[in-house]
């Protein structure tokens, strides 16, 4: 059974960092890409990174270009999303995603506010 478990959410004040990590399990994780999505209120789910199956290639939704970066160990089945200089509009909900297996994780709140 594929699984996808999001961590390292939480509230942070803008212009910090947070480190999300995403713990895959049920697949062979270093065959397929992944991605990183986000959900604000209100809003649709916005693509945010994708990453390659041997991480060689990255690419990021123009709106965190520059301050975000993706990355994955597949020694430890595991995918992760650097965030830095954080601002208010990143508050969502951030899921990681294996689009082959139409896999979604449960999600972790990411909370930027003074």
């Known amino acids: 059974q594929v699984q996808l478990v999001e961590s390292g959410g939480g509230l942070v004040q803008p212009g910090g960092s947070l480190r999300l990590s995403c713990a895959a399990s049920?697949?062979?994780?270093?065959?397929?890409?992944m991605t990183w999505y986000r959900q604000a209120p209100g809003q649709e789910r916005e693509l945010v990174a994708y990453?390659?199956?041997?991480?060689?290639?990255?690419n990021y939704g123009d709106s965190v270009k520059g301050r975000f970066a993706i990355s994955r160990d597949n020694r430890a089945n595991t995918l992760y999303l650097q965030m830095n200089s954080l601002k208010p509009e990143d508050t969502a909900v951030y899921y990681c995603?294996?689009?082959?297996?139409?896999?979604w994780g449960q999600g972790t709140q990411v909370t930027v506010s003074v």
């Open positions: 995603r294996n689009e082959i297996y139409d896999a």
């Open positions: 049920g697949f062979s994780f270093s065959s397929y890409a």
């Open positions: 990453i390659s199956s041997a991480g060689s290639i990255t």
